[in-house]
T-cell receptor, first 113, second 112 residues
Framework: AAGVIQSPRHLIKEKRETATLKCYPI?????VYWYQQGPGQDPQFLIS???????DKGSIPDRFSAQQFSDYHSELNMSSLELGDSALYFC????????????FGPGTRLTVT | AQSVTQPDIHITVSEGASLELRCNYS??????LFWYVQSPGQGLQLLLK??????LVQGIKGFEAEFKRSQSSFNLRKPSVHWSDAAEYFC??????????FGTGTSLTVIP
């Protein structure tokens, strides 16, 4: 079965640079969630989108923005990167009719040097 | 406020032994509860979930969990652990707005 696809899987950036992470949800899933998992930490909810509209917002820094496109894929844009942004970024998707059936992608590991 | 507590940061068990990972939650309404497993460098895989009904839920890989409302607990169990079960285990509660709140995780080591 198709799963959530995230790209790239690994990304290395320098401080103050920008990064864009992409997420392709499971076909027919209309909701996308972004999570950040720092080293040794539990995943923290950042933001979610349903039908291209932001549906909920968590602990997402103002330097980050995200959007969902007409094909339901989502991009997380991160600017002015800081060392503390180094983390594993997960995307999850679900069908709005089953919001708690979230399926997680493999994650993008971002390293800021 | 919603929160999830996993009291055990790290657990070591022998292969073939039974396993119980503890999870306590704090949530005002009826919770949606989940257990995920994460292997090193990998994503989160759903083991099982509880929405309503039978308080003993069966999951994949031989895992089960029991919801106890009186104790605000959702402990994960497995009768006989395999070496491949070594991983990080996260308990999570689904809250309003479809957010997930995760516990800090329990790292499981399996010794031969």
């Amino acid at each position: 079965a198709a799963g959530v696809i995230q790209s790239p899987r690994h990304l290395i950036k320098e401080k103050r640079e920008t990064a864009t992470l992409k997420c392709y949800p499971i076909p027919r899933h209309d909701t996308v969630y972004w999570y950040q998992q720092g080293p040794g930490q539990d995943p923290q909810f950042l933001i979610s989108f349903y039908e291209k509209m932001q549906s909920d917002k968590g602990s997402i820094p103002d330097r980050f923005s995200a959007q969902q496109f007409s094909d339901y894929h989502s991009e997380l844009n991160m600017s002015s990167l800081e060392l503390g942004d180094s983390a594993l970024y997960f995307c999850a998707s679900s069908f709005q009719g089953a919001p708690y059936e979230q399926y997680f992608g493999p994650g993008t590991r971002l390293t800021v040097t | 406020a919603q929160s999830v507590t996993q009291p055990d940061i790290h657990i070591t068990v022998s292969e073939g032994a039974s396993l119980e990972l503890r999870c306590n939650y704090s949530y005002g309404a009826t919770p949606y509860l989940f257990w995920y497993v994460q292997s090193p460098g990998q994503g989160l895989q759903l083991l099982l979930k509880y929405f309503s009904g039978d308080t003993l839920v069966q999951g994949i890989k031989g895992f089960e969990a029991e919801f106890k409302r009186s104790q605000s607990s959702f402990n994960l169990r497995k009768p006989s652990v395999h070496w491949s079960d070594a991983a990080e285990y996260f308990c999570a509660v689904g809250a309003a707005g479809n957010q997930f709140y995760f516990g800090t995780g329990t790292s499981l080591t399996v010794i031969p």
